[in-house]
């Protein structure tokens, strides 16, 4: 069976190995798939909650300012607020944390801003409402 809907999310990172090791450290995510040699390497990563890679791939030409531009980002969803908390601390320790932890409320909880090493942000959160915002809406 083929896949179907929304699969990957794709982005240039200038150094593989730095790259994979940040979104397992705070994305729990785990290679998947892994091809190419030298500068020229891709990387499929997972959390392996649903079928949803992001492919990271390597390349010297790496743009220097984020893809995403400057609010764009990926969410992760963490399994408690003190997680969210201890990843921020860790984040803060290394120079990469961009927003402090900030609750919102629902739907959007409990959440904070990461740069990955090529400037991309993480948005580690607790308590989003994101699967039950899209039944209600797809219900109604």
Same mark, same amino acid.
């Given at each position: 069976?083929? @896949? &179907?809907?929304? =699969?990957?999310?794709?982005?240039?990172?200038? +150094? &593989?190995?730095?790259?994979?090791?940040?979104?397992?450290?705070y994305a729990?995510?785990?290679?998947?798939?892994?091809?190419?040699?030298?500068?020229?390497?891709?990387?499929?990563?997972?959390?392996? =909650?649903?079928?949803?890679v992001?492919?990271l791939? *390597?390349?010297?030409?790496?743009?220097?300012?984020?893809?995403?531009?400057?609010?764009?980002? &990926?969410?992760?969803?963490? *399994?408690?607020?003190?997680?969210? +908390?201890? &990843?921020?601390?860790?984040?803060?320790?290394?120079?990469?944390?961009?927003?402090e932890?900030? @609750?919102?409320?629902?739907?959007?909880?409990?959440? =904070?801003?990461?740069? @990955?090493? @090529?400037?991309?942000?993480?948005?580690?959160?607790?308590?989003?409402?994101?699967?039950l915002?899209?039944?209600?809406?797809? =219900?109604?």
């Amino acid at each position: 069976m083929s @896949d &179907l809907g929304l =699969t990957h999310v794709a982005f240039i990172v200038k +150094d &593989l190995e730095r790259s994979i090791a940040f979104y397992a450290r705070y994305a729990g995510m785990a290679v998947v798939h892994r091809r190419g040699e030298g500068a020229s390497q891709v990387a499929w990563i997972s959390d392996h =909650t649903r079928p949803f890679v992001i492919v990271l791939v *390597q390349s010297n030409e790496a743009a220097a300012e984020s893809p995403l531009g400057p609010f764009g980002h &990926l969410g992760v969803a963490v *399994q408690s607020r003190a997680e969210v +908390d201890r &990843l921020a601390d860790e984040a803060r320790r290394e120079g990469i944390l961009v927003r402090e932890p900030l @609750d919102s409320g629902p739907p959007v909880g409990y959440w =904070t801003f990461i740069a @990955d090493p @090529d400037g991309n942000m993480l948005e580690l959160s607790f308590g989003q409402e994101v699967a039950l915002t899209e039944e209600l809406m797809r =219900t109604r």
